[in-house]
DNA sequence: TGAACGGATTTTGGATGCATAATACATTTG
DNA sequence: CAAATGTATTATGCATCCAAAATCCGTTCA
């Protein structure tokens, strides 16, 4: 049978709040409600204060006193350095993965890039982008490092708004899986040196579309 | 005039008990009883449950439902992955300080490592650990990357107990003052590669530095 | 006409109250 | 005597209440 699932109120509504701000049902820079939410959700203040004090430490969400929440509205700024530190823990994961990562593990990933190179010969845009998640996953969980899978996740939260959004061009796309190539072969190897490097340079691609296609959205809030 | 402080009760809580935790009154893996708090600091119980939402969500503080908060207890592990994080954080504090640092801001770190030396060659451990901090703080605040500075605050103050504890050794002490050697030499020619592989490496002594000194301590908790 | 003032309304911050889950402890029972 | 059970106590989770701050809005006055 399956564990008892003990979850506090606040924490259902952090997860809800999260996943409306991620949809964008509740708009970048948006006002926050609590009265408006309270009745949504149908619970009273006090959870979804506390809800959205850890929303607000996981940079969801802005504070001010007396004055109410608002969805944190990202500069495009902000989304380039998140983009900088999120390849710099990549290339960690990349670098402790081929410490500790199992032949299996290996294996495992081998094959996720067999099936993402064929949705790239296909030109399908989603499940590539799909399995690709899941092979920069693998290495995060091949890192064993939790501290790290936890920082990683929390900023990817942060922008998971604008990846959304994301356009890839027909350069960017080939450049990416031509890392990847490089990657599998510095894995295979156990080069956690070259593997990292790689993987530091890599996400860095990703974030020049970022900023392509969000030129738009952002740049809108002070700051 | 000073800027009018807006600061609300749970903030104040917060840091107050981070401080608690800091300075070891409140023992690792200790229950945190709200009642004992409340009254301590004065205070109803929410902003303090507020306050521990939030500590909880910065990795300070455990949070069991219907079971109350205990202080994290930090393994050996967790204690190493998160200098290999944080390593990671200032190797690439160091790439993008190249990229955006000024000349006064080198010439102050240039002044600082001076007086860091001093300090070595005095055998002044606590003067160097002090000045050596606010070399490495200059670096992130040259990175002009907010994020990582708020990611790399937050795991310095998740260790910063440990830190405390920590033991100088000699041939360490040597290596560290010689990293540092290094890195001036890579600021100077803003090569940010080169800063930033010196960096990534250089915590990872003060991480054996961590783990010698806390085998007693840690290990304690299950995890 | 528009900036400034002032009261009414809304919203936030913090304290308190109440129901329920967890813990402690005494009692029972094998 | 130890394990188990039941009861009393305590602590937690959530709702509600109240005071203070911010916002709204109509009026006044330059």
Same mark, same amino acid.
């Given at each position: 049978?399956?564990?008892?699932? /003990?979850? *506090? ?18 708009? !970048? ?89 064929? /949705? ?15 092979? /920069? ?16 996740? *929390? ?22 899986? *031509? ?42 809030? !002070?700051?």
């Amino acid at each position: 049978m399956s564990k008892i699932q /003990h979850r *506090n109120l606040y924490r259902e509504v952090a997860d809800r709040v999260r996943k409306l701000i991620e949809h964008g049902e509740l708009a !970048p820079g948006e006002r926050i409600s609590e009265k408006q939410l309270c009745e949504q959700f149908g619970v009273s203040r006090t959870p979804l204060r506390e809800a959205l004090k850890v929303l607000a430490s996981e940079g969801l969400v802005l504070l001010l006193p007396n004055r109410g929440a608002r969805v944190v509205q990202l500069t495009l700024k902000t989304v380039k350095d998140t983009y900088d530190l999120m390849g710099a823990l990549e290339g960690l994961s990349g670098e402790l993965a081929c410490q500790h990562i199992s032949d299996d593990e290996i294996e495992a990933i081998v094959a996720l890039h067999e099936r993402m190179l064929g /949705h790239y010969r296909n030109r399908e845009l989603a499940e590539y982008f799909e399995v690709n998640r899941k092979i /920069h996953e693998s290495l995060l969980a091949a890192s064993r490092n939790e501290v790290l899978q936890e920082m990683y996740n *929390n900023l990817s939260q942060r922008v998971k708004r604008v990846r959304y959004s994301k356009k890839m061009t027909d350069s960017f796309w080939r450049q990416a899986v *031509n890392d990847h190539e490089n990657m599998i072969s510095a894995l295979k190897k156990r080069d956690g040196k070259q593997l990292g490097q790689i993987l530091r340079n890599h996400l860095c691609n990703k974030l020049e579309i970022a900023s392509l296609s969000d030129e738009h959205a952002d740049d809108t809030l !002070p700051g």
